[in-house]
């Protein structure tokens, strides 16, 4: 079992970026997914979760507004929609799959995608 993520790089202050990750279908329909990220010197931070049923809970209040998660189980996708980013959002950006519920922390998943870099500079 692996989570595959795709997308980031860098972007100017301002810009846009959808972060993808890829799961096996019964993953996503049966269990919970999340988007954290992890800042340089800084403890890994969760950002947003979508449960099984389609509930999504917001832990970031730094990014409520500009990131939005969502899923689409017919092509085995979970996004991350990032606009208005701003340099304080540069680190490397994780999905994650829970097998119990939501939670705003790291130990309470199981699997990790393998991360991906976002840099906000101009």
């Known amino acids: 079992l692996q989570l595959v993520q795709s997308g980031g790089g860098l972007v100017q202050p301002g810009g846009s970026l959808r972060l993808s990750c890829e799961a096996p279908r019964f993953l996503l329909e049966d269990y919970a997914t999340a988007w954290f990220r992890q800042a340089p010197g800084k403890e890994r931070e969760g950002l947003s979760c979508i449960a ?8 970031a209040e730094s990014v409520k507004g500009r990131f939005t998660i969502s899923r689409h189980n017919a092509n085995n996708m979970v996004y991350l929609q990032m606009n208005d980013l701003k340099p304080e959002d ?33």
């Open 52 to 59: 099984r049923s389609g509930h999504i809970e917001n832990y």
């Open 90 to 122: 540069t680190a490397v950006y994780y999905c994650a799959t829970s097998f119990e519920a939501c939670g705003a922390l790291p130990p309470s998943y199981d699997l990790w995608g393998q991360g991906t870099q976002v840099t906000v500079s101009s």
